[in-house]
């Protein structure tokens, strides 16, 4: 068996939102700029730092004007938000982001527990915003959420994947994120579903989102390194996940992902010890030793 | 690209020794021997329970008789122990031990260090027990550990890891069980230890032994599966590692790796919800969450 892998990845750094998002302790805005700052500062060419959703669903997030507007920029960097709606779009072209993020579940129960409405509505609702994006010249890509399984619903047919993902990118997203929300995705399925979306998809628009709730997001990817998919969501040091539920979970640490990609030989431009400073950094704050395994052999010990 | 993975594998349970012997607190005998029966009772078929060593190297498995002596056996299980000498294998042979086996570095200055012998000369003791073994029909396997790394060599040539596994299979060792001693291996270098090993000796002696210290066990074995590996070591819960010592990493955690296989349709005999059960006895008895991620998701959270 004759394996290849691609020579480099792209990778999304989701800490600043999917991570904080879920954390028990809210981070200050202070610190999330200096968060985001420090993770440009390691190499990290793209980084959702926000959501522009309302605070009142996601609290820890309240500040994110603030946030985006606080960030010294850098060249060369994509600084990028979640827009559930037209609003939260307008909030982001406010503040200068470089690009923007639905998400959408393939599963209709999911999205009518999470954003109230079908997927067939919220999908009507964000062909607006991507039109407009597109008017606006701001790139954006979709979040394929429960790709791999859905809390409610269990299994979910590869097929409403496939037909989302063909969906958005016919609506012009750079890039679809195939997400598995709750970890429950294996690396066979992972390869099941990457082939079944590489038919109908060019393999350059298809990123994976992998949260690590049961330990499988690095054998995913390896999955999915192999079929040539290139570009991988994460989160610094794995934040994310609320530790006081059970099973709850962050996303695949991005200091495990470059650890391994790097060992594989495939070039990300992220410096591993630096981004391992500024996670160490992050646990503090937070209170937690973060998930990362990596992060936890640079962790000096007393 | 066209996958295959095998139907089935067999895995060797060794949170008992690897798994204990590396932990802060020590488990009485008592425990120790429920623990065991336990595992057998999840469906455990191989368990390494203790090592033969002198105790005042490895204090905690000091009780290594009484534990051997105290299980009730079960017909179909193979309980095996790590001897290093042949003192170490009379005794595994008194306490009705059914496999021993032998653990040996691919690196000359980790067995100066670890057993104070050169690998040459370890291997020359190990010969003559292994002819003792033969006589006595009593099935051995070999341990290379230190095959992706050396804590002290720093990397280490595959020829060398190849040429040991040779040697221990022309001796007679049923399995020869390729170890990442510290952690530090990556699923492409996974892929390539195994195209060399297997072009030497039969694929179906070749096991692996991984510690998960930077997150890689799984993919590396998901990436030996695809190669047709079909023995893996394990440890309940991820036992091992002292959790003082940064980067100290147990085992693979045997319940993320039986759901990876179980969900990939690969069987094993295991009951992962019994096993869970097992797990989260042993860490209340050392008083620590144990690091794998599936029983994570098993912890009743108050």
């Not at 999304?12 to 809210?26: F, S, T």
């Not at 609702?125 to 701001?138: F, H, K, P, Q």
């Not at 160490?280 to 937690?288: N, P």
């Amino acid at each position: 068996m004759k394996f290849s892998f691609p020579q480099s990845v792209r990778l999304m750094e989701v800490g600043p939102r999917d991570g904080l998002q879920n954390e028990r302790l809210i981070v200050d805005t202070m610190n999330k700029i200096g968060f985001i700052e420090g993770l440009v500062a390691s190499g990290l060419k793209r980084i959702e730092v926000t959501a522009f959703v309302n605070p009142k669903w996601i609290p820890p997030l309240a500040d994110q004007v603030e946030v985006a507007k606080g960030i010294r920029r850098q060249k060369g960097v994509s600084y990028a938000a979640l827009v559930p709606n037209m609003k939260g779009y307008e909030q982001a072209l406010a503040t200068k982001m470089d690009e923007v993020a639905f998400v959408l579940a393939a599963s209709d129960t999911h999205n009518l527990k999470n954003i109230n409405a079908k997927t067939d509505e919220a999908f009507a609702r964000y062909t607006e915003v991507a039109l407009r994006a597109a008017e606006d010249n701001v790139p954006f890509r979709a979040y394929i959420s429960c790709a791999f399984g859905c809390p409610y619903e269990g299994e979910v047919a590869v097929s409403r994947v496939v037909h989302l993902a063909q969906l958005f990118t016919q609506l012009g997203a750079y890039e679809v994120s195939i997400g598995d929300t709750i970890g429950i995705g294996n690396p066979k399925q992972t390869l099941e579903l990457v082939q079944a979306i590489c038919k109908e998809i060019a393999l350059d628009k298809i990123a994976l989102h992998l949260h690590d709730t049961r330990g499988m997001a690095l054998a995913n990817i390896f999955a999915a390194l192999s079929l040539g998919v290139k570009s991988f969501d994460s989160s610094a040091g794995g934040l994310g996940g609320c530790p006081y539920a059970p099973g709850a979970s962050g996303n695949v640490s991005t200091e495990d992902l470059v650890y391994m990609l790097h060992a594989m030989d495939i070039k990300t431009e992220v410096n591993l010890d630096l981004l391992c400073g500024v996670s160490l950094k992050m646990e503090k704050l937070l209170k937690r030793q973060l998930p990362s395994k990596v992060l936890s052999t640079k962790r000096v010990v007393s």
